[in-house]
């Protein structure tokens, strides 16, 4: 007969073995559509497992589709620390591609280090640390792109805050005719405008639309691709089963042709 000791760790084990099939990331497959570029840049197994595991909810292949992300092109991401996106847009631009970090200041206490390592580690990076009112951009770029970090353009400092109708501006002026501005925030209520950004992470985005276009952007498309009616947006996207799982705003925009 068991004992009652190996009876509770066969017990404990089982638990831990349904606790781990529970927690595991939802599967994620890349769109057949995918051009080729970018469906290796998914699937790079030189991508961190933690980063991969947030594909599901991310869908990274479709937004760099929105995106127009194409191998050879020249892309702006602002607010790479974390470099999720950085990861997969020196793979997707190839060797004859340039991105061009862009981080403010304030995030080199937990980015800056990360970020140099990475500009060091790929000839097609390029990282700079510049407060978003004083950058000078490449010019004549393919993409610039900003995610999940426009509501934190505004600071409790206000030497952090940023004025958003000139970096839209410098924006504009930066990329070639036709070009595309990717912005993808966590959403706010309709009509708050800038009311949560400092305290839920969040902003209406009838306000980021409203911003780009008064720089002389088209808005192009709203795309419902990380849209979540289940989030009542009454919530920090910090929140606990929250994060990552937040109704987002996918907005692109793009400079016209002419």
């Not at 890349?30 to 290796?40: E, L, M, T, W």
């Not at 206000?158 to 000139?166: G, K, L």
């Not at 036709?178 to 925030?185: A, I, N, P, Q, S």
Request: net charge negative; charged share 25%; aromatic share 8%.
């Amino acid at each position: 007969m068991r004992s009652l000791g190996s009876t509770l760790a066969a017990a404990a084990a089982l638990f831990v073995l349904v606790d781990g099939f529970a927690q595991a990331p939802a599967a994620y497959n890349v769109p057949a559509a995918a051009p080729a570029n970018i469906k290796r840049a998914v699937e790079s197994q030189a991508r961190p497992a933690d980063q991969r595991a947030r594909d599901a909810d991310r869908k990274p292949a479709e937004t760099l589709m929105l995106a127009n992300i194409a191998e050879g092109q020249r892309v702006v991401e602002l607010a790479a620390f974390g470099h999720y996106w950085s990861n997969m847009l020196v793979e997707a631009l190839g060797p004859r591609g340039q991105v061009y970090m862009v981080d403010m200041p304030w995030t080199d206490r937990f980015g800056g280090e990360a970020a140099r390592a990475f500009d060091a580690a790929h000839d097609n990076a390029t990282y700079t640390q510049a407060h978003y009112n004083q950058m000078q951009l490449p010019q004549n770029v393919d993409a610039v792109l900003i995610v999940q970090f426009y509501h934190d353009l505004k600071r409790m400092d206000a030497a952090e805050s940023v004025d958003t109708a000139d970096m839209n501006k410098k924006i504009f002026a930066a990329l070639k005719p036709g070009g595309t501005y990717l912005v993808v925030d966590h959403k706010a209520d309709d009509g708050s405008g800038w009311r949560d950004a400092m305290t839920l992470h969040r902003i209406d985005p009838a306000t980021i639309k409203s911003e780009v276009t008064a720089a002389g952007f088209e808005l192009v498309q709203d795309s419902p691709l990380l849209a979540n009616p289940a989030d009542d947006k009454k919530q920090s996207m910090r929140a606990a089963g929250l994060r990552g799982h937040t109704d987002q705003a996918v907005l692109v925009f793009r400079k016209p042709a002419r």
